[in-house]
């Protein structure tokens, strides 16, 4: 990776640090609507993935709220780094390709497929193709 690809995905990072953690602040007991273009962040490709992704993190400050929804859009050439879980989670293709590993073996995913991946598996994704490859994401949120 270059040097100047390094430090704009660093000041993208501390950015998206800095925007979370003020909204995170600002905890929210009602019912409410959030639009995703006003949550997008661009980040690194998640658990030390390759390339650029734009999250979109639902419901960060729903306070008492257990779950994690969140929406990712992996572009071009982007991954998430293979990783053991620590907890349950689902991944749902909204649409694009990608190839997945889970617990070694890979398969092409596509709009459509939902993915459970357990506690103590592992697993990564790449992105295919021309298209984002956008998904959701939703787990149990651990203990704050």
């Not at 960060?60 to 969140?70: C, I, K, N, P």
């Not at 993915?115 to 959701?136: A, C, K, P, W, Y």
Request: glycine share 10%; hydrophobic share 40%.
């Amino acid at each position: 990776m270059s040097a100047r690809l390094s430090a704009a995905l660093l000041g993208v990072t501390l950015a998206t640090s800095v925007a979370t953690e003020a909204r995170a602040n600002d905890r929210r007991a009602d019912s409410y609507v959030e639009r995703e273009a006003d949550l997008a962040v661009r980040q690194p490709g998640p658990h030390e993935g390759l390339g650029e992704t734009t999250a979109f993190p639902f419901f960060e400050q729903a306070d008492g709220f257990d779950l994690v929804f969140r929406k990712r859009a992996l572009h071009p050439g982007a991954t998430i780094g293979e990783h053991v879980n620590d907890k349950d989670e689902i991944y749902y293709v909204l649409s694009g390709r990608g190839e997945l590993s889970l617990n070694g073996e890979l398969r092409t995913v596509v709009a459509g497929d939902a993915i459970l991946t357990r506690n103590g598996d592992s697993h990564g994704m790449r992105q295919q193709g021309e298209e984002d490859l956008v998904i959701f994401v939703v787990f149990k949120r651990p203990a704050r």
